[in-house]
């Protein structure tokens, strides 16, 4: 089966909108979400980077179905088990190192997401794939009838709302949360014939989702737990009005990041040039990226931080210096384009089992 270019190319795109916000983790006085600091271009470099997760959740899916279309249902579903256990494993290893630099707290994040939801779809693949489709909108939209659960024990932040418990005195800081995320990528599993044979309609059909997410915003109610306000200028009410609830991500959410999502994929698919053979190669590589760039960026950014203020962290007590931190995102990207493209050459060229883990 030939491989789908324009999923590559999202996904390299996606994954280096993730480094520009993890630079902006460290290099950041404040919250891009905090209306009474932010301003227009610090918010929307926060939000372009909302499309991440959702495209991840939704293409591991998608790419789920392909591989049991390419090798069969025993084989993927091995697959999905396998290699969920193993992003869980190291979302509470090297991902937690390397945001901390200690394992003085454990943060569960997108690749524990990714691997929770991957042992919920090896489940689900006993059912045929439409209905698992339909059992990931009707997820979503059940937990959107159900609402916000603020408070809850670590069953709660395992599936529903995120909460932070403690395992052997250590934090456990629960941010991803496998229920909705897992409904993401079940409907990319039952989406897989839909990309494959029916791409002319992803336009459309984006356009429409995304409209949802405009009607439902408006609404001001139903699919988020995170109502908009008027603020002091139309710039600012714009931008809360693009802020829907990430934490578990909400019906509105979902809608606004998968829409723009599924519209785009076309046209990728008809991008070329020497740009969009970088994207593509992150895109093929884009966990050997991940793992990579958190501890770059962790280690780059203690540097200049110590240089500067001779402190770790960023000092809340400084202004925001929007360019030093797309300075240092470039940077992050260029220092890793070539090893991610000898790995690509690697996966390329060698069939060792073990590299399509990582």
């Given at each position: 089966m030939k491989r789908d270019v324009s999923i590559d190319l999202m996904r390299g795109l996606v994954i280096v909108f993730m480094a520009l916000d993890h630079v902006r983790g460290f290099l950041a006085p404040f919250s891009p979400e905090d209306f009474d600091q932010t301003n227009l271009l610090f918010f929307f470099t926060r939000w372009i980077t909302h499309f991440c997760a959702p495209t991840f959740l939704f293409l591991a899916g998608v790419g789920a179905g392909m591989h049991a279309d390419k090798r069969g249902l025993v084989k993927t579903r091995w697959f999905l088990l396998t290699r969920g256990l193993w992003l869980m494993f190291l979302e509470c290893t090297w991902v937690t190192f390397s945001w901390y630099f200690s394992f003085d707290a454990v943060q569960l994040g997108v690749l524990w997401a990714i691997g929770g939801s991957m042992?919920?779809?090896?489940?689900?693949?006993?059912?045929?794939?439409?209905?698992?489709?339909?059992?990931?909108?009707?997820?979503?939209?059940?937990?959107?009838?159900?609402?916000?659960?603020?408070?809850?024990?670590?069953?709660?932040?395992?599936?529903?709302?995120?909460?932070?418990?403690?395992?052997?005195?250590?934090?456990?800081?629960?941010?991803?949360?496998?229920?909705?995320?897992?409904?993401?990528?079940?409907?990319?599993?039952?989406?897989?014939?839909?990309?494959?044979?029916?791409?002319?309609?992803?336009?459309?059909?984006?356009?429409?989702?995304?409209c949802g997410f405009v009607a439902l915003r408006g609404l001001n109610g139903f699919g988020d737990a995170n109502p908009w306000l008027v603020r002091d200028s139309a710039a600012m009410t714009f931008a809360d009005f693009m802020n829907p609830n990430k934490y578990p991500p909400s019906l509105q959410f979902q809608l606004m990041t998968l829409g723009p999502m599924l519209a785009a994929l076309p046209l990728l698919s008809r991008w070329r040039g020497w740009l969009a053979d970088r994207f593509e190669t992150f895109g093929r590589v884009p966990m050997f990226f991940y793992l990579l760039h958190l501890p770059v960026i962790h280690g780059l950014t203690w540097g200049l931080n110590h240089a500067r203020f001779g402190t770790e962290k960023y000092p809340p007590d400084q202004p925001l210096e929007l360019?030093?931190?797309?300075?240092?995102?470039?940077?992050?990207?260029?220092?890793?384009?070539?090893?991610c493209q000898l790995w690509a050459r690697l996966k390329r060229t060698k069939s060792w089992w073990w590299l399509s883990y990582v």
């Open positions: 042992l919920i779809l090896a489940a689900l693949s006993w059912i045929p794939r439409r209905i698992v489709g339909l059992l990931g909108v009707l997820a979503t939209l059940g937990l959107a009838l159900l609402g916000p659960v603020r408070d809850g024990d670590a069953l709660v932040g395992l599936f529903i709302w995120p909460v932070v418990t403690e395992v052997a005195e250590t934090p456990v800081y629960m941010v991803y949360v496998a229920g909705p995320w897992a409904a993401v990528m079940a409907m990319g599993y039952g989406a897989t014939r839909l990309l494959r044979e029916h791409r002319r309609h992803l336009p459309l059909l984006g356009l429409a989702i995304f360019f030093t931190i797309y300075a240092v995102f470039i940077g992050v990207v260029v220092l890793l384009a070539p090893v």
